[in-house]
């Protein structure tokens, strides 16, 4: 059938598909179409990259120019995942040194990076462009050096969130004087200070800067100068926003040098706020669409001043000095506004603050017409409360919610929060993201299994009374791609009740819940296609019996087989080569039979 | 040609290019069950997914439910709950053992009564970021170290400095300052400020105002604080007045 279709004709009509899913729906049709496409796809996402070779990768799409790999699970963001791990991008850098020598772009997440990795990359890229290392670790501004040597085309170098041993502010002055293609940089994540006088010249230089994020070791009274440079700044991370004591003098000259920024669009920084120095900012808030305040030790009165006059709002991070009172205001003011993340100023704080509850979720709801990305933490929330949202806000499409202290029931009825999670979930049916927290039991689940259907990422944590929990999410969700359990009383039934689902899924974390050592080898043993990786600092699961539970689990398909580069720690279940473990895994197996 | 499947997660099952057996047959448990059977079997025996049929135990071997989630994370005690309404709202409801409450309602866990008040502590828990952490801490960090202020009087040649964090109360501070100052600042009450004394303590807070000491609460004062001023009666007329 598509004989008729010239192949140039199909090549040109594919160089309009962008998405990544659509690619891969394309490449499903025929053997032609197939082949047509990979040849010309320039963009890779590879959200494990365990799942796949990068020998695979690169001799499937050898037109690739950019790829994006994630590593650790998530739930390595709150140290559940131990040092050392994995995550190497190292053999992949490798790898594309040798056969993807036009590579412009790699971004990665959670991934461990060398100085090694840097310098290959700076060697072997002529073209590199963007480089977007978010939350990733080991490497030192060494490697930073090697990129701002040699990258003579790079225009983005993002750092977000990342560890990076900071050997020295000079790095920045590697940047040759014939540089000038910078697009974007974040540097937030540094912790001493940069040459500033260095980074003033690079921004003088670099006509195109749209992008800029400070680190807090950026002082404030040098900002002024530094915004001087590039006026046509979009998004900026201020560094500290304060000074030892308040000058008017600085705070004019910053109020010139905001009002110069015309493009200004997005604010984040706010390390050490002087509030005094909040209204340099108001002149451009009628223009800001993205608002991050989650580091601003604030009154809930500064942080409503300067919302007040954001009408244009798109998206707000904050912390929970904002108060009811303060999401009340931004109800009012931030008609546009589709994301809100409030977090806690006080995590270890137990104590109940009437401040902030769940009154000013639900007034921002009532309010926001648009909000569909909410992460709120919190520490009472109602039934009565969730549902309303679930009514008023059906199009939401992540909602991430974490009542403080774990098992807290509804603070009005006593009652688990079930009902008012399968509001959420019934009303909501484009959810495609969901945490869950306070008390739940397994009747959530049922709800979540009946009605998510869209759902893609589940979060969950102390919740649940039985196996059952596990079964309604695995057997009914039919579009989920990630879960993660902590400290949940999820077991063997089940996981191998619903082994086939997990290929169909990216990953699986299950932590501190019920998972039998026996189990994890029977379901290693029978799928050959997903790798079930055993995480135990205890000590070698072996020297136990097979019904001990397992501290941590990690189970995600993949085509690459068991991984090589595991720390002593990480064991991979249904290993072929010991036979003592088939004998095992039959005598577990057997006892399933009689269930 | 089935490894592609994989590189982008086909959405449904029925996406999947696999044999139509393949369901059932990588059933577990029973080769012959079909996948509806397992789920009915599991949705029947509802209350006796405990295992103990299989005799797969849900821990440790010796051990009982409670030291499992024992095992799970280490729990120490909180000292700041003092609002009883925290405790009965979760203990009444919990389920898990490792919520505390206040130290005497502690029966069961002996061997933690001795150990020092502290804040409940589990690994990972709020879900946030390190790098968030760590960043939130700086301000705190701050105040670790000591609060020195200026402090200067009307007509004195010469500034001090002293800690806040040395004192408790607004009294202990204002009779530091009466002393090292050779005044007297006579009584404050809310409405008339210290009228009548011929020096009256104020300090400057973050927003740059200048405030009568004693307005606000303590707390709020030590947070806000930037210096010292004791002026004169005369001099501090209009302040502490709204």
Redesign the interface.
């Known amino acids: 059938m598509d004989h008729s279709f010239p192949q140039k004709v199909l090549e040109h009509l594919f160089s309009f598909i962008d998405s990544?899913?659509d690619?891969?729906?394309i490449?499903?049709v025929s053997k032609s179409w197939?082949e047509i496409e990979r040849r010309s796809r320039k963009k890779i996402f590879?959200?494990n990259c365990y799942?796949?070779s990068p020998t695979?990768?690169i001799k499937?799409f050898p037109e690739l120019r950019s790829i994006t790999l994630k590593g650790k699970p998530h739930?390595a963001?709150?140290?559940?995942v131990p040092d050392g791990w994995g995550g190497y991008v190292y053999t992949w850098i490798e790898a594309m040194a040798v056969s993807v020598p036009l590579l412009e772009e790699i971004r990665l997440k959670r991934m461990v990076v060398t100085d090694e990795s840097l310098e290959l990359i700076a060697k072997s890229f002529k073209n590199f462009k963007v480089l977007v290392l978010i939350?990733c670790e080991g490497f030192s501004t060494d490697g930073l050096e090697a990129i701002a040597s040699n990258c003579r085309n790079l225009k983005e170098l993002n750092l977000q969130?990342s560890?990076v041993e900071d050997l020295s502010g000079d790095w920045l002055c590697y940047f040759p004087d014939s540089y000038t293609s910078l697009v974007s940089l974040n540097i937030s994540?540094l912790n001493n200070e940069v040459n500033l006088s260095a980074l003033e010249a690079l921004l003088g230089r670099c006509p195109n800067l749209q992008t800029l994020c400070l680190n807090?070791a950026v002082p404030l009274d040098k900002l002024p100068s530094l915004l001087s440079q590039c006026p046509q700044l979009v998004e900026l991370g201020t560094g500290v926003y304060s000074t030892e004591?308040?000058h008017p003098d600085v705070l004019s000259s910053l109020i010139t040098a905001f009002s110069g920024c015309k493009q200004l669009k997005s604010l984040s920084g706010f390390?050490?706020v002087?509030?005094?120095y909040l209204p340099a900012l108001y002149p451009i808030c009628s223009r800001l669409t993205s608002l991050n305040l989650?580091?601003a030790?604030i009154q809930s009165s500064d942080i409503v001043k300067l919302i007040g006059q954001c009408p244009n709002l798109l998206r707000l991070w904050v912390l929970d000095y904002i108060e009811d009172v303060g999401l009340e205001a931004v109800a009012a003011s931030c008609k546009d506004l589709q994301e809100l993340r409030v977090?806690?100023?006080d995590?270890?704080?137990?104590?109940?603050n009437n401040a902030l509850t769940e009154r000013g979720l639900v007034s921002v709801f009532k309010g926001c017409p648009k909000l569909q990305s909410v992460l709120y933490?919190c520490r009472q929330m109602s039934n009565a409360a969730l549902s309303a949202i679930a009514q008023i806000r059906p199009n939401l499409t992540r909602f991430r919610l974490?009542i403080?202290?774990?098992?807290?029931?509804d603070?009005l009825t006593?009652q688990?929060l079930d009902s008012g999670f399968g509001a959420i979930v019934e009303h909501c049916k484009d959810l495609q993201r969901l945490?869950l927290s306070g008390?739940l039991t397994d009747r959530v689940f049922e709800y979540i299994g009946t009605h998510a259907k869209k759902l893609e990422m589940l979060?969950v944590?102390?919740a649940g009374?039985?196996?059952?929990g596990l079964?309604y999410v695995l057997?009914g969700c039919?579009?989920l791609?990630k879960l993660e359990i902590?400290?949940c009383?999820f077991?063997?039934?089940?996981l191998?009740?619903n082994?086939?689902k997990l290929e169909?899924m990216?990953s699986l974390w299950m932590s501190?819940c019920?998972v039998?050592y026996?189990a994890c080898k029977?379901?290693g043993q029978?799928?050959p296609?997903l790798n079930v990786e055993v995480i135990d600092e205890s000590g070698p699961p072996d020297s136990?019996?097979d019904?001990?539970?397992v501290e941590k689990l990690y189970i995600y398909?993949?085509?690459a087989g068991p991984r090589l580069d595991m720390p002593g720690f990480v064991w991979t279940m249904g290993d072929d080569s010991s036979r003592k473990l088939e004998l095992d895994v039959a005598g577990v197996?057997a006892?399933?039979?009689?269930? | 040609m089935s490894y592609h499947l994989f590189l982008h997660q086909p959405t449904t099952p029925s996406n999947l290019i696999y044999s139509s057996s393949s369901f059932s047959s990588i059933s577990i448990l029973n080769s012959t069950n079909s996948y509806q059977e397992m789920e009915n079997s599991l949705v029947n025996h509802e209350t006796e997914l405990n295992l103990k049929a299989t005799e797969l135990r849900l821990g440790l071997p010796g051990c009982d439910e409670v030291n499992k989630l024992q095992c799970n994370f280490s729990i120490l005690r909180s000292n700041k709950r003092s609002s009883s309404e925290i405790s009965t709202e979760v203990d009444s409801m919990s389920k898990s053992k490792l919520n505390t409450s206040n130290g005497s309602e502690i029966t069961s866990h002996d061997d933690q009564d001795n150990a020092p008040p502290s804040k409940a502590q589990i690994v990972g828990w709020p879900p946030i970021r390190s790098y968030r952490k760590n960043n939130l801490q700086q301000k705190k960090g701050e105040s670790e170290v000591g609060m020195y202020v200026k402090v200067s009087m009307a007509g004195a040649p010469y500034l001090r400095k002293i800690d806040l964090k040395f004192y408790k109360s607004y009294s202990e501070l204002l009779k530091v300052l009466e002393n090292m100052f050779k005044c007297t600042f006579g009584e404050y009450s809310e409405r008339e400020g210290y009228n009548g004394s011929e020096f009256v303590p104020t300090y400057e807070d973050k927003d740059g105002d200048w405030m009568l000491i004693g307005d606000v609460p303590w707390e709020m004062f030590m947070s806000s604080c930037k210096r010292l001023r004791i002026m004169k009666g005369s001099e501090a007329k209009g302040l502490g007045c709204f």
């Open positions: 990544n899913k690619r891969n729906a490449s499903l197939y590879i959200g799942a796949v695979t990768v499937r739930f963001d709150f140290n559940l939350s969130e560890e994540c807090h004591e308040m390390w050490n002087l509030p005094s989650s580091y030790i977090f806690p100023s995590p270890s704080c137990l104590e109940l933490f974490c403080l202290e774990p098992h807290t029931p603070y006593l688990p945490s008390l979060s944590a102390f009374d039985s196996d059952l079964h057997s039919e579009n791609r902590r400290d009383p077991g063997d039934e089940a191998l009740a082994a086939a169909t990216r501190s019920s039998s026996g029977l379901l029978k799928m296609k136990r019996p019904s001990c539970p398909r993949s085509i197996e006892q399933f039979r009689n269930l």
